[in-house]
């Protein structure tokens, strides 16, 4: 498959992931969210999800090493991430047997959902709780599909864990390890079916150096940044994101 990216889309690629970059090292998570629709708006939803597969990998694998004790949070949940898996290797084929086009449109959905995610909180959530196991099933499934398809599981699984009562450092190494998961399993499915060419691999690999780059310093700066701040900053592009994917669906469907 020839998926090479020209030096101006690669160069601007590169400075999207390194924001996305710095956002994760800031709060612990948001990577795929932010740099998943910024890319797929330049390009197509497969393209975004191909190119960002290997930087997520290596996101991650940092992310789940911080903090300390990280050992603890894994062994109590990690069996979510085996559904979190499931999951992946069904939205990766789903991926590829889709338009790009109605994929927009679903990232748009996704990204809507999350935001939506304190309301959606609000339900009567007591279920999680009770049957824990059972939900774990279905929160994870969800998140995997997700992952597979728009790269994007944020969404089931804090709810899931935030149900849960999970404190804050013990769910971003469960995220970020559900996200290791479900990338792995992607990247695996994606290179045995030669989506993959040399080239595009290479392209990838450099851009996966700009991430973590955009990661450490992320870190650094963490303490700097009040989180609400942040928060409110992603939330007015992540909303611009979903307005943006969705009117690039009507306009492709109009004309």
Sequence with gaps: MDNFLDFHALLTIAGILAVAGMAHGAIGFGFPMLSTPIVAMMTDVKTAVLITVIPNLAINVISV????????????????AIYVLIGTLIGTHVLFMLDAEPLKLFLAAIIVLYLQQNKIRQFDWTMIKRNPNKAAVYFGLLGGFLSGTVNVTVPPLVIYFAALGLESVAMTQILNFCFLVGKSTQAATLLSSGTFSSPFLAQSAQLTVISCAGL????????????????AILRKLLWLMAIVLAAQVAWHYLH
Excluded: D, V
Aim: proline share 6%.
């Design 65 to 80: 090493l911080r903090g300390g004790n990280w050992r603890h949070s894994i062994a109590k949940y990690w069996p979510i």
């Design 216 to 231: 450490m310093l992320g870190i650094h700066l963490q303490r700097k940044i009040r989180p609400e701040t942040y928060q």
